[in-house]
DNA sequence: CCTACTTGACTGCCTAAGCAACGATTGCCA
DNA sequence: TGGCAATCGTTGCTTAGGCAGTCAAGTAGG
């Protein structure tokens, strides 16, 4: 028996609604810590995925974050505006604009992880470690069996 | 002891990372559906809330989806046109504009329903459905979690 | 009854994201 | 070797969202 056939299919029983309303409340509660760096949560975004190496160029990262590839560029200029990272054309493949982080970009990255992790610790603060797992879990399964499945019927 | 002092806080063990992630994929998975009524994910949800009647007005519907008041009243503009929503002003308090569905609006959200919840029955096909509830009873409690916190420190 | 304060709808302004297109570069394969 | 497809970064174009301000309408307190 399908879910949403046992529970009515309201935004309350809506994985999506309520998922779309943490994903906003979260974003909203840690606006002041990026606002203290000058920062957008985007281009947060893009500081910690250097930071943690999960891409080298505008594409890789654009791919990671499920980003604009145009909007990207535009956002790493304002970054490398700010200081923050540097692009440097790639001499294997001359496509390649390797990007990294500068020395201020690094230390900005580290405070605001430490920051953000602090945050999550406060709201997770009554979660046992393996309910926290699970969601993680529960999230991942989530997405890998959406696009697994591709667009819908 | 807290959850990322004893688990490294990267993108994936990162709540927020797996939870915008999730949105994007179903958001990407849904637009089919949406696109064959003509409509964008956006106008859906104002249709689904006034289906459900979560709200009767713009500012109701606006803080029920945590979005924008003016942009809300700009995404009604364009639903008016569409024939989906009639516009009433109230009687008994004139600030208040009454919104309502027409048999057309009410009709698309009854046929986006039905195939947006086909949608999630198939990707939650292998799910128990405690597990369900649990996903859903996390998401609701870290929201308010997080909105009970406020603004981080 | 008059004055503040709040609330709701609406309107410009600005920024950012999505989309399509382009040149440059590379890999592939006949 | 030469053409074909794919990838990367970049750039206009369009649109939608966030923000601040305005006006009308209601509420509470003196």
Redesign the interface.
């Known amino acids: 028996m399908?879910?949403?056939?046992?529970?009515p299919?309201?935004?309350d029983?809506?994985?999506?609604y309520?998922?779309?309303?943490?994903?906003?409340?979260?974003s909203?509660?840690?606006?002041?810590?990026f606002a203290d760096e000058g920062l957008t949560h985007a281009q947060w975004s893009v500081l910690?995925?250097l930071h943690?190496e999960?891409g080298r160029t505008c594409a890789e990262l654009a791919r990671?974050q499920?980003h604009d590839k145009g909007a990207m560029t535009r956002l790493i200029d304002q970054m490398e505006e700010k200081g923050w990272v540097t692009r440097e054309r790639a001499t294997d493949d001359r496509r390649h604009v390797i990007l990294a982080l500068t020395d201020k970009g690094e230390a900005v990255a580290q405070r605001t992880?430490d920051?953000?992790?602090?945050?999550?610790?406060?709201?997770?603060?009554?979660?046992e470690?393996e309910?926290?797992q699970?969601?993680?879990g529960?999230?991942?399964e989530?997405?890998t069996?959406?696009?697994f499945?591709?667009?819908?019927?």
């Open positions: 399908a879910f949403y056939d046992s529970v299919f309201e935004p029983n809506s994985i999506g309520q998922i779309k309303r943490a994903a906003q409340a979260m909203a509660a840690l606006e002041p810590v910690v995925s943690f999960r990671d499920a992880r920051r953000v992790a602090a945050c999550w610790n406060g709201w997770l603060a009554g979660w470690p309910k926290v699970q969601l993680l529960d999230l991942r989530l997405r069996s959406i696009e499945a591709g667009a819908c019927a």
